[in-house]
C-alpha cells in the first residue's frame, strides 16, 4: 500500500490511471496541474506521483524540479507524448524514475511502473537506514532472567568473528533485536544493517530484492538496480524468517554463503558478497529437512553458530525489564516520554501467559499506553485481547480480569472510531493519521487492518 498522486489535466485520464493504481489498494489522490500537484504536495506526504509532462500553469518539469529540491525522497513518473520521448530522457536524467507514453498500453504496465518505482523508493530507505546504522550507540539487550546469561554471553563471543548466526525462537521472541546486538558488537558495526523478511516477498520480486537487477532482465526492468546484497556491502545482512525460502531460492542462497559471490538477476557480471550474515526462524529446520523443505546443506551453511532464544514465560524475569524498555519506545512514539509502569501492573504482567512473547507484551502495553490518564501505566489500563489470558492469583484478581474483559469490547470500538475520525479528518493521510493519533505509522498500519478500515 503506498499513497501516490496522479497529475493530468484530463479528468478522463487521470480517472484512469486512479482507478488502475487502486486494484493494487494504494491511495490515489488526484490534481489537474503542477500548481494544483504542488499546493497538495505541501500539504501531505506521497511515496510516488505521476505527472502528465505538458500541462498549462505549472508543467512536469517544473512538478518535478520542485520535487527534487523539496521533497527528493518522493518518486516521480512522467506520461509523456510521441514527441516529448527526448524531453523525458532528460527529465530522467533530472530525477526522474521512467516516463510512460500517452496513449498507455494497458494497464497492468503502468501498474508495473508503480511498483518498481515504490521498489526504488523503499531501496533508499534502506540506504538511509544503513548510514543511520553508522551512527547509531551500541545496541543493549534487556534481560533479567539467569537462563539468558548464557544466551547473551554466546552472542558477544561470536560477534567477534565472522560466522554465520542462526538465531532460533518462537515468533515474538527478540531474535532481530538479537541480531542487531551482534551487529552492533561486531567488527561491522561501522557497516550497513540491512534485514529482509523472506516470508513478507513473493519469490519472484525476493530474487530481484537480494540480487538486484540487469536492465531488461525482466518485463518493466528499464534500468539496472542494486540489490540489497550489495548495499549492505561491509555490513551485516538480516534474513528473518529463513524457514520460508522456496527450493529455488535456498540453492541461490546456498551459493552466496559458499562462495561470497552472486550475479544481478539477468546479468553475467560475478559480484562480490561482502556481508556478515545471521538467519532467523521460528521453524524446526531439521524437521523441515526431513520432509523434504530445507536443503540440509543450506542449514549446515546457516547453523555454523546456532542460539536458541527461550520462549517469554520461560523467563519471566525479563518480563518486567522488557517493558519498562519497550514503555520508553511506545512513548517515544506517541510524543509521551516518561511513561511509567506501575507496581500493580507490573505483578498483572508477570502473570501473563505471554503465548506470544514480546511481541504480545509491546501491543499489550500500546494499548495500556492509549487507555491511560496520566503517565503512570495501572492494572485496570491493561486489557487483554482473546490471546492473553491471565492467571488471576485470588478471587479479587479474578474479578477483576472479568471487569476488563468486559470493557475490552467498548474499549476497542473507542479505539477504532478514534482512528477512523482522525483519518477522516487527515483525508486518508496515514501518515498524519498516524501523528494525530500519537502512534507510530506501522502501528496504525497494524490497526487499520486489525479493524478493517480502509
Given at each position: 500500500?503506498?499513497?501516490?498522486?496522479?497529475?493530468?489535466?484530463?479528468?478522463?485520464?487521470?480517472?484512469?490511471?486512479?482507478?488502475?493504481?487502486?486494484?493494487?489498494?494504494?491511495?490515489?489522490?488526484?490534481?489537474?496541474?503542477?500548481?494544483?500537484?504542488?499546493?497538495?504536495?505541501?500539504?501531505?506526504?506521497?511515496?510516488?506521483?505521476?505527472?502528465?509532462l505538458r500541462m498549462p500553469n505549472t508543467d512536469g518539469m517544473e512538478l518535478l524540479r520542485w520535487v527534487n529540491n523539496e521533497q527528493p525522497d518522493v518518486e516521480l513518473v512522467l506520461?509523456?507524448?510521441?514527441?516529448?520521448?527526448?524531453?523525458?530522457?532528460?527529465?530522467?536524467?533530472?530525477?526522474?524514475?521512467d516516463f510512460l507514453q500517452k496513449p498507455i498500453g494497458s494497464p497492468s504496465e503502468l501498474r508495473l511502473v508503480a511498483k518498481r518505482a515504490l521498489e526504488r523508493r523503499q531501496l533508499r530507505a534502506f540506504q538511509a537506514g544503513?548510514?543511520?546504522?553508522?551512527?547509531?550507540?551500541?545496541?543493549?539487550?534487556?534481560?533479567?532472567?539467569?537462563?539468558?546469561?548464557?544466551?547473551?554471553?554466546?552472542?558477544?563471543?561470536?560477534?567477534?568473528?565472522?560466522?554465520t548466526v542462526l538465531l532460533v525462537g518462537e515468533s515474538g521472541t527478540g531474535k532481530e533485536v538479537a541480531a542487531r546486538a551482534v551487529h552492533g558488537w561486531s567488527a561491522h558495526a561501522e557497516g550497513p544493517w540491512i534485514a529482509i523478511?523472506?516470508?513478507?516477498?513473493?519469490?519472484?520480486?525476493?530474487?530481484?530484492?537480494?540480487?538486484?537487477?540487469?536492465?531488461?532482465?525482466?518485463?518493466?526492468?528499464?534500468?539496472?538496480?542494486?540489490?540489497?546484497?550489495?548495499?549492505?556491502?561491509?555490513?551485516?545482512?538480516?534474513?528473518?524468517?529463513?524457514g520460508e525460502l522456496k527450493p529455488e531460492l535456498q540453492a541461490k542462497l546456498l551459493r552466496v554463503l559458499q562462495e561470497r559471490q552472486f550475479q544481478r538477476v539477468g546479468g553475467t557480471r560475478t559480484l562480490e558478497a561482502d556481508v556478515r550474515w545471521i538467519a532467523a526462524t521460528n521453524r524446526d529446520l531439521r524437521q523441515q529437512m526431513a520432509q523434504g523443505h530445507f536443503?540440509?546443506?543450506?542449514?549446515?551453511?546457516?547453523?555454523?553458530?546456532?542460539?536458541?532464544?527461550?520462549?517469554?514465560?520461560?523467563?519471566?524475569?525479563?518480563?518486567?525489564?522488557?517493558?519498562?524498555?519497550?514503555?520508553?519506545?511506545?512513548?517515544?512514539?506517541?510524543?509521551?516520554?516518561?511513561?511509567?509502569?506501575?507496581?500493580?501492573a507490573a505483578e498483572q504482567l508477570t502473570r501473563a501467559r505471554w503465548s506470544g512473547n514480546i511481541r504480545e507484551l509491546r501491543n499489550t502495553l500500546e494499548r495500556a499506553a492509549i487507555v491511560a490518564e496520566g503517565q503512570t501505566i495501572e492494572q485496570a489500563d491493561i486489557w487483554p485481547d482473546e490471546a492473553l489470558l491471565f492467571e488471576p492469583a485470588s478471587a479479587a484478581d479474578e474479578a477483576a480480569r472479568q471487569q476488563q474483559a468486559m470493557t475490552a469490547g467498548s474499549l476497542a470500538e473507542m479505539e477504532r472510531t478514534a482512528i477512523a475520525e482522525a483519518l477522516q479528518a487527515s483525508n486518508g493521510n496515514r501518515k498524519q493519521t498516524a501523528q494525530r493519533l500519537g502512534i507510530g505509522l506501522r502501528t496504525l498500519y497494524e490497526k487499520l487492518k486489525r479493524y478493517g478500515i480502509r
Open positions: 500500500m503506498a499513497s501516490i498522486l496522479v497529475v493530468d489535466d484530463e479528468e478522463g485520464l487521470r480517472a484512469f490511471l486512479a482507478e488502475t493504481l487502486e486494484i493494487d489498494n494504494h491511495v490515489v489522490q488526484q490534481a489537474e496541474d503542477g500548481s494544483e500537484a504542488i499546493a497538495m504536495l505541501k500539504a501531505r506526504g506521497y511515496d510516488l506521483v505521476i505527472s502528465d506520461l509523456t507524448a510521441h514527441g516529448d520521448v527526448r524531453t523525458a530522457v532528460e527529465a530522467m536524467k533530472l530525477g526522474a524514475f544503513a548510514k543511520r546504522a553508522k551512527h547509531q550507540a551500541e545496541p543493549t539487550l534487556t534481560w533479567g532472567a539467569k537462563m539468558m546469561v548464557p544466551v547473551v554471553k554466546a552472542l558477544r563471543k561470536v560477534a567477534k568473528t565472522n560466522a523478511n523472506c516470508a513478507a516477498i513473493s519469490e519472484q520480486l525476493l530474487e530481484s530484492e537480494l540480487f538486484g537487477h540487469e536492465k531488461g532482465a525482466f518485463t518493466g526492468a528499464q534500468t539496472q538496480r542494486q540489490g540489497l546484497i550489495e548495499l549492505a556491502k561491509g555490513g551485516t545482512f538480516f534474513l528473518d524468517e529463513v536443503r540440509e546443506d543450506l542449514y549446515h551453511r546457516l547453523a555454523v553458530f546456532p542460539v536458541v532464544l527461550p520462549p517469554l514465560r520461560d523467563r519471566r524475569e525479563d518480563i518486567v525489564p522488557l517493558a519498562k524498555t519497550l514503555l520508553e519506545m511506545i512513548g517515544s512514539e506517541m510524543g509521551r516520554p516518561g511513561l511509567q509502569l506501575g507496581a500493580d
